[in-house]
Nanobody
Framework: VQVVESGGGLVRAGGSLRLSCAAS????????MGWFRQAPGKEREFVAA??????AYADSVQGRFTIARNGAGNTAVLQMNSLKPADPAVYYC????????????????????WGQGTQVTVSP
């Protein structure tokens, strides 16, 4: 079982980045996939998640970020538009398999599998 993020990098404020999360192993296509982020000196926070009932977003990214699944459902994509100086962080992808995609949790403790993270930096 592996969760791997990609797509981070440096972008100017107002720009866009697309993060991808590839999950290997059985049952991930029906898992809830979530994105979290952690900035230096701050707690990890929920960004977005996608489950059988669709996407859910933190208020701080609503309308700017979009989460979706690709292909067979083992890849979760986070499209980030209109990036702001408040968005830089290490972004982590996580998977919740225990409820087979029927729960959309904003709590990191509900997710069993985590990636190593990808850095997003926003310049002025």
């Amino acid at each position: 079982v592996q969760v791997v993020e990609s797509g981070g990098g440096l972008v100017r404020a107002g720009g866009s980045l697309r993060l991808s999360c590839a999950a290997s192993g059985p049952f991930f296509s029906s898992a809830t996939m979530g994105w979290f982020r952690q900035a230096p000196g701050k707690e990890r926070e929920f960004v977005a998640a996608i489950s059988r009932s669709g996407g859910a977003y933190a208020d701080s990214v609503q309308g700017r970020f979009t989460i979706a699944r690709n292909g067979a459902g083992n890849t979760a994509v986070l499209q980030m538009n209109s990036l702001k100086p408040a968005d830089p962080a290490v972004y982590y992808c996580a998977a919740d398999l225990r409820t087979a995609g029927w729960r959309t949790s904003r709590a990191g403790s509900e997710y069993e599998y985590w990636g190593q993270g990808t850095q997003v930096t926003v310049s002025p």
